[in-house]
């Protein structure tokens, strides 16, 4: 079966197990990074949300040799357990008064998504970008969102520096954030429950270093965590605790690792390493950047 042939037959199937009151249809959408995925949209005809199934995944799995009834199986229980109870109202998207306290902001990388920056407001950080987004309050699993784009400036009459201070308050109370040594999730953990990429980037140079461990920074629901590292004086007082600088890999957009300086790592090293992973076990649209970063205590800065 071929990937076009894959697609319909997804949705044949969707549509006579689900019955005609549900509209079931692909769109095409462009992810993080420029990479473009099919999505598929089960929307129930009193609803106007619905969770986006990324095909382009299964179709893999098929070619594993995972039976298709058992992928569309797997896509239907998906949806049942994401989809909305209700409809958003998108008027409330006009009003900055009612969506001022869903305004979070995650990170990017600059380069990879030039043609996107045209279009939203942004703030330059390193070789990354600080983004906007609204997370909708009717979301069952809280990570729905839209993406805030320059016209919702406009919209609602707001400077790109009041945007960034609304976020900059809001996104430590809507994401929060976990911080967790990688040495117990390693020992307290099975390796195959271990999200594959995580596993490869931090299991080799920690593996003797226990003295100086790596630690997972992530939001609490492991969603644009990578963020978590502008939160304000959060980096400084692990910095205090650990009584070091240190290094920042960027994992995914979804999660950071830091790793103290007296590991015996250099920063190029872990560029490189970060690189590599990037570029065999990363999803290309969870890529945040190929390099690595240093935390300094002294100056309380990130750099390259």
């Known amino acids: 079966m071929n990937y076009q042939s894959f697609k319909n037959s997804i949705i044949e199937y969707i549509r006579y197990q689900l019955g005609s009151t549900y509209h079931i249809f692909i769109q095409s959408i462009i992810k993080n990074n420029g990479i473009r995925l099919d999505g598929l949209i089960i929307m129930p005809e009193e609803t106007n949300i619905a969770p986006t199934i990324y095909l382009n995944y299964y179709f893999q799995k098929l070619k594993q040799g995972i039976p298709f009834e058992n992928i569309c199986t797997e896509i239907i229980n998906y949806y049942q357990k994401h989809h909305p109870e209700s409809s958003v109202d998108i008027q409330f ?8 306290s869903h305004i979070a902001y995650k990170l990017i990388n600059f380069e990879k998504n030039l043609s996107l920056l045209d279009d939203i407001p942004y703030i330059r950080f390193l070789d990354l970008a600080i983004v ?23 919209m609602w009459n707001l400077s790109l520096t009041d945007l960034y201070s609304i976020a900059k308050t809001n996104t430590p109370d809507l994401l929060g954030y976990e911080l967790l040594d ?11 429950e271990i999200p594959h990429q995580e ?18 920074l992530s939001s609490q629901n492991r969603q644009y965590g990578a963020a978590c590292i502008l939160y304000q004086n959060l980096l400084k007082h692990f910095s205090q605790k650990t009584d070091m600088d ?12 830091l790793v103290p300086t007296a590991n015996r790592y250099s920063l190029f090293e872990l560029s490189e390493m970060v690189s590599s992973i990037n570029h065999s076990e990363v999803n290309p649209e969870d890529v945040l950047s190929d390099h690595a970063y240093y935390y ?9």
């Open 132 to 154: 906007f987004y609204c997370l909708l309050p009717s979301s069952s699993e809280q990570n729905a969102s839209i993406l805030i784009h320059n016209q919702h400036l406009s």
């Open 246 to 257: 240190f290094y920042i890999l960027p994992s995914s957009i979804h999660e950071v690792i």
């Open 199 to 216: 596993f490869c980037l931090t299991a080799t140079p920690c593996a003797s270093d226990e003295q100086y461990p790596m630690y997972v």
């Open 93 to 100: 998207f006009t009003d900055l008064e009612q969506i001022q």
């Open 296 to 304: 300094s205590r002294e100056e309380d800065r990130i750099s390259m």
């Open 182 to 192: 990688l040495h117990s999730i390693l020992r307290n953990s099975d390796v195959s």
